[in-house]
């Protein structure tokens, strides 16, 4: 029996080595994914602190609204600052998983992008003048990524089953030897990275069919509601971050499968984590029930 490999231990110089890397350009996806984090998570603590002390209300604007969309714009920027990091060319020649690739890089950044752009509908923030046309578009686009990343991240798991058998790599390794637990965990990482991404399909459906009338309905039933939902939004935002730092770290094996595992459960939990923190803030003002407030209910 083969003997156990030793546990990988993380340190600050193993990470810096491995993200600082001169295919980022000015290092500005290091460094605005760092902010991006870091902030991020500072922005849902002080939410959830406001509502708990009474500094935020269920019938005022969205506590700290201004400061949630300049961080997601500091995630919209560190998203797609990766995109000319992860070349097409550079994807080959590791012997990748090509439907991987498709759904991470493509996928995850325009679903990080369009949760911004919800998150902006749902501030308060965002004009009433912009054409209802503009804002169909960009829902059918969301959608469109969800179903993108959910085809492809099933591909994902195809291809890797096609690679154990036939020969090939996988994230650097020969597929044929995965042991099974390993080839679940791959699988169970694929899913976990993109079913969850279908609950935002009602807040999409209710945006493109209801529309603004549909959100004052809404709020004059629930006044919090669209700050549940914005804090949603921005913990899915944020969730992608924490799936794509996780992925990034375990290809430059810097962390195992396992911990991948459960970062990226940890980031999947915390969007369904910050509704129950609203709902618990503020009985009456805010439901999780969809029956309640969506188009066709109110």
Request: proline share 6%; glycine share 8%; hydrophobic share 50%.
């Amino acid at each position: 029996e083969a003997p156990a490999r030793p546990p990988r231990v993380l340190t600050a110089a193993k990470l810096k080595r491995a993200l600082w890397t001169p295919l980022d350009a000015g290092h500005t996806h290091a460094i605005s994914g760092a902010l991006y984090l870091v902030l991020g998570a500072g922005w849902l603590a002080a939410a959830a602190a406001a509502q708990a002390s009474g500094a935020a209300r269920p019938s005022a604007p969205i506590y700290g609204a201004d400061a949630s969309l300049a961080v997601l714009a500091v995630g919209v920027w560190n998203s797609l600052s990766a995109l000319p990091m992860a070349s097409d060319a550079r994807v080959a020649a590791e012997d990748m998983d090509r439907y991987h690739a498709l759904a991470f890089r493509w996928g995850g950044t325009a679903q990080l992008c369009a949760c911004a752009w919800l998150c902006f509908w749902f501030s308060g923030a965002y004009p009433r003048a912009a054409p209802p046309v503009l804002d169909n578009l960009l829902c059918l686009a969301a959608i469109g990524s969800i179903g993108w990343v959910v085809y492809f991240s099933e591909e994902s798991i195809a291809a890797v089953d096609r690679k154990a058998e036939t020969g090939g790599y996988v994230h650097g390794r020969r597929a044929s030897e995965l042991t099974p637990r390993e080839r679940t965990q791959l699988s169970a990482l694929a899913r976990l990275g993109s079913y969850p991404n279908v609950f935002q399909l009602p807040v999409l459906g209710n945006v493109l069919v209801g529309g603004r009338p549909w959100l004052d309905a809404a709020l004059d039933k629930f006044p919090h509601q669209a700050a549940l939902l914005h804090h949603y939004l921005f913990a899915c935002a944020l969730s992608y971050a924490v799936t794509f730092f996780a992925t990034t770290l375990r290809d430059r094996k810097l962390i195992s499968i396992q911990q991948d595992l459960a970062m990226l459960a940890t980031g999947t939990s915390l969007p369904f984590l910050t509704m129950f923190v609203d709902a618990g803030a503020f009985p009456g003002a805010a439901t999780l029930n969809p029956l309640e407030y969506n188009v066709g209910c109110l």
